[in-house]
């Protein structure tokens, strides 16, 4: 469908705010659609839409018009990639030429829509066959999964009362998988918080930590609540799980989700920092803690394209180092016998295996499980070594990079 002049005008305009890079994308868009109430549905899915296509797509994007201007970027993600007649966007017979024509000559990072400097460091850890084939699969538009509220209903009760097109998904036992992006957010099964939004490598770390019903648990840095929820899914409405947060306006959030969801024993803790005392209390005292740490978030480039943009290896190098810190923080709450998971939704080992290294060598007490084998027990088909590492190429999931620990 061809867009109407107010639908580009805006497009540009809010294409214009994002590509500031002074906050996350999908802030920055809701925020524009806040100043701008009157747009209708349709209007707000046009834009929406062109503007992430121009986010996954800059660098390729800008050698094809020549421009980085907001307006020739979303002409040439409207040519190139929606495929619209450059005549009917107006353009003149050489611009349309030189937007239909083959691509110049390009560097595999411009190829692929990454930094130099991100393609580089994922060629020198995972070879230039395996960097290629990830690139291309964070540049995939990513599935809308849901989480199943399994203490309320089962897996195939939902899928009935859903009455969408949808299927199980192959490894997670509550996870949905639907085609397309209905508004779910309005079906009485959301609403009733029988399902929520979760994609399913989010909810497969709940059954690495595979908490026990009567059990102590944290989420160390539980955000909004999300894995929280799922790991009192799991708990079945007994123990206790604390979630623990420095955000207070995330962790806000989580008390209306559990009350949707119908769950009374989760206790929200916002922190300081990562040695605040009310979590120092705890000491010793938690049969599993789940780090889901602050990351770079480049495993979600799929639904987040804008951060290839904002953030740089400075930023990955800061976050290395507090990842270390909270890490050793949270192992402190575990138990002798208890589990502790590290996970972030990174693909770079600086976040991942670098930090699980630096741990087992920094805080002693603690000795790797293996992550094929908590899922074998709970017969979830899924090996990829001690270590979680899920790819949106091979698993169809955001990128996830855990690995779990045992107190002795």
Known sequence: MRPTPGQLAHAEAALAKLLAFTSPADQALSAYFRGHRSLGQRDR????????????????????SGSGTPRELLTAALVRLFGLSGRALGLAPDHIARLRGGDPARSPAEQVDLPDWLWTRLVEQQGDAEALAIARGLLQPAPLDLRVNLARLSREAAIEQLQLACAPTPLSPAGIRLSGKPAIQRHPLFLDGSVEV??????????????????????FCAGAGGKTLALAMLMRGTGRVYAMDVSVKRLAALSPRAARAGVSDIHPMALADEN?????RLAGKL?????DAPCSGFGTLRRNPDLKWRYGPERVAALAEQQAKILAAAARLVKPGGRLVYATCSILDEENASVVARFLDEVAGFEAL?????????RIPLDTGRELRLWPHRHATDGFFAAAFVRR
Do not use: W
């Not at 800059?58 to 094809?64: D, G, H, M, T, V």
């Not at 979760?198 to 989420?219: I, K, T, W």
């Not at 605040?276 to 120092?280: S, T, V």
């Open 198 to 219: 979760q994609d399913e490598g989010s909810q497969l770390l709940a059954y690495l930590v595979a908490p026990r019903r009567g059990e102590m648990v944290a989420d």
């Open 370 to 378: 293996s992550c094929a084998e908590i899922f074998a027990q709970q």
């Open 287 to 291: 049969d599993r803690v789940l780090v």
């Open 276 to 280: 605040d005392l009310r979590a120092r």
């Open 45 to 64: 899915a046009f834009i929406a839409e062109a503007v992430y296509a121009v986010l996954r797509r800059k660098r390729s994007l800008e050698a094809a």
